[in-house]
């Protein structure tokens, strides 16, 4: 199994934006669109930070350290990375799209949607790139030994 090519997030993360631009014009003509809270920008750190974390960690253990990981923990752990990789595009894509369709609009909470929406995209972008860094962290040399 090969690395996540960098493409796959950044597909997942035009397609997210596409979403959060319709959210926009879409809820604007059923009613009032969504506040985005300083829950989502914070939500999206914490996986991030974690997902950070546990990245520095298994690259310690398996690199630094030359400690064998499970089988059954590397495979969790490289689902995560990918997973989040994946999440992450399409979530901080959304996010992004949702600020960038704020751009220019004369409502009074604009620029508040603007602001933690933007936050909350590059939160998603950072929940990305620690991801790789995580799915990274899984690999073993090529020839490594099979003890």
């Known amino acids: 199994m090969g690395p996540t090519p960098p493409y796959v997030p ?23 669109p969504p506040l985005v809270s ?20 298994t690259h310690r253990a398996v690199h630094v350290r030359r400690e064998r990981l499970a089988p059954h923990r590397a495979v969790n ?24 369709s704020w751009v220019g609009d004369p409502s009074e909470l604009a620029d ?11 939160a998603g972008v950072l929940v990305v790139v620690t991801s790789l860094l995580l799915e990274r962290a899984c690999r073993v040399r090529s020839g490594a030994d099979d003890n």
Not at 38 to 57: D, H, M, N, R
């Open 10 to 32: 950044a597909t997942w993360a035009v397609v997210g934006f596409a979403l959060g631009w319709l959210v926009h014009s879409v809820t604007e003509r059923w009613g009032t």
């Open 112 to 122: 508040e949607r603007i602001l933690r929406s933007g936050l909350a995209g590059l």
């Open 77 to 100: 752990r490289l689902v995560l990375a990918r997973a989040c990789a994946l999440v992450g595009g399409l979530v901080g894509g959304g996010y992004l799209g949702y600020a960038a």
């Open 38 to 57: 300083w829950a989502q920008p914070l939500a999206l750190l914490l996986v991030a930070a974690i997902l950070a974390g546990t990245a520095w960690s």
